[in-house]
């Protein structure tokens, strides 16, 4: 169990990081992020030497020009790295290694006290073949990669291992698992999981016998998405379905599929012309010559909509009691980018750009919608000054609400641990399936970012524990099997341990 309580912890810890960075907003903080840029910025534009120095560590041996040798760097008494290998015009290329000791807050941040790479190299990036070793304080294996590299990064056909265990074989593109088919993470039967089909079309969401059964999205390859309830592989509910430029084209109630909402238009040429411009989703023109396509609410725009103006230009996005009102974009008339974040009372009061976490949104909507943010944590937090830029270290996936992540989404970091499920303004909240990278899984309830209520580990061994949980201990009525499925223990259990 402390090897799980650990890993939830990274999972935590990443998430956390990702949800403090979500807040970010006072111009003392801005200012911050500023002078950090600019130092990077200024050590860029330092000569070579200068900037090798900075970031590889100074030359304590051999040639580290055009040769073989070795260079160092100490910050402080427990935390230096050394760079060693064959050096071109400057820069690691051939086989090298690189070890990485950390100091005991690193080591509560990223779990391991030692990192050693042994492999190939091109102008100080790992490219090629190589392995990546992570030791604890006793210098015990953590954790181990073994295959192929590009841009630092994993990327290609490799192997990890946990505790000595083969945990994942397969394909990985920028540090991430990398699958193109098949059920990708979590339940695929019975719980909350992602799948690709054959049509390539991707689907987050709860499944019930091997079914979409529940709230779930599915986006195709160009980008459309459709989010809301499903039954038995079908749109079951309330429905609403957007183009790949985040425009509402429907929202509604479905049955098996098929669209059940009470058709109001007038079929006048102004108007409600089509659709149901009261309750529901509906297309109106005005005698202006605008028009506007979307959700309607007790006879005003509500929900999501695109309104289009006489001039061609337009707004995408929310609206509330009949005003813009929320996150959306605007375009003039030739469908260039005008502005994009948020409004209140048809007035543009904030931008937000893709997203105001430190990161890159990828695809969609992260305002608000869908989309797909992979997030870059704070220097301060993580690895170090010099691995920061366009080091990622987790991935989300999922629904907006006012920047939050909310409703339903898919989380994974680097590592391989993965969540997909219910979330409420970032936090794990709801049912959902945790995956971690060394092979156990849970398939349950959470609260507050936490294991809570009832639920199944499921061990990397086969055995598992199905009951009560109170946030990341077992505690309540459960039951213990072994690897093979027999019950070995059914009873009490208060702080992880039965109460016998």
Not at 214 to 219: C, K, S, T
Not at 352 to 361: A, F, L, P, R, Y
Not at 414 to 434: L, S
Request: aromatic content about 16%.
């Amino acid at each position: 169990m402390k090897t799980i309580k650990n890993t939830l912890t990274v999972l935590i810890i990443i998430f956390v990081t990702s949800m403090i960075n979500a807040q970010v907003g006072t111009e003392k903080e801005k200012s911050e992020d500023n002078n950090a840029k600019s130092s990077w910025d200024n050590i860029l534009s330092n000569s070579n030497d200068e900037y090798e120095s900075v970031v590889f560590g100074e030359c304590v041996s051999g040639n580290c020009e055009n040769g073989y040798g070795k260079r160092e760097k100490n910050i402080g008494t427990d935390y230096n790295e050394t760079f060693e290998g064959n050096y071109k015009n400057g820069q690691l290329n051939g086989q090298g290694t690189h070890i990485k000791f950390n100091d005991y807050l690193t080591i509560a941040v990223d779990g391991y006290a030692k990192m050693k790479y042994v492999g190939n190299w091109e102008d100080n990036q790992k490219d090629g073949q190589g392995v990546e070793t992570r030791y604890d304080e006793n210098n015990k294996v953590l954790y181990k990669y073994v295959g192929d590299w590009k841009n630092d990064k994993k990327n290609g056909i490799g192997k990890e291992y946990v505790n000595g265990a083969l945990v994942y074989d397969g394909k990985f593109k920028n540090g991430f698992h990398f699958k193109d088919s098949g059920c990708i993470t979590g339940d695929c039967k019975n719980g909350y999981g992602v799948f690709i089909y054959p049509n390539k079309n991707k689907y987050i969401g709860e499944y019930k016998d091997g079914l979409k059964n529940g709230f779930g999205i599915e986006v195709d390859p160009k980008g459309n998405y459709i989010y809301g309830n499903w039954k038995n592989n079908k749109e079951d509910g309330y429905v609403r379905i957007f183009n790949k430029n985040n425009e509402i084209i429907f929202a509604g109630e479905m049955i098996s599929g098929k669209p059940v909402q009470k058709i109001t238009a007038s079929g006048e040429e102004y108007g409600c012309t089509i659709g149901n411009c009261t309750d529901g989703f509906g297309h109106y023109y005005f005698e202006s010559g605008s028009k506007y396509i979307g959700e309607w609410k007790d006879g005003v725009q509500h929900g999501f909509g695109t309104t289009i103006w006489a001039d061609s230009s337009k707004y995408v996005g929310q609206y509330y009691e009949g005003e813009i009102d929320g996150y959306g974009t605007q375009y003039d008339a030739n469908g260039q980018l005008i502005r994009k974040g948020k409004y209140v009372g048809n007035s543009f009061i904030a931008g937000s750009g893709e997203s105001t976490e430190k990161g890159k949104c990828t695809f969609g909507n992260c305002g608000n919608g869908f989309g797909i943010l992979v997030v870059e944590l704070e220097s301060e937090w993580k690895r170090g000054y010099e691995e920061v830029k366009n080091d990622f270290d987790s991935k989300y996936e999922g629904i907006w609400v006012y920047e939050f992540k909310n409703e339903i989404g898919f989380l994974e970091d680097k590592h391989g641990n993965t969540y997909v499920g219910q979330f409420k303004k970032d936090e794990y909240e709801g049912q959902g399936v945790a995956t971690f990278a060394n092979g156990d899984k849970y398939n349950g309830s959470f609260e507050d970012g936490a294991i809570n209520g009832f639920g199944t580990m499921t061990y990397a061994d086969g055995s598992k524990y199905v009951g009560e949980w109170s946030y990341n201990d077992k505690e309540g009525k459960g039951k213990e099997y072994d690897k093979h499925g027999k019950l070995i223990y059914s009873g009490e259990y208060y702080n992880n341990e039965r109460d016998d």
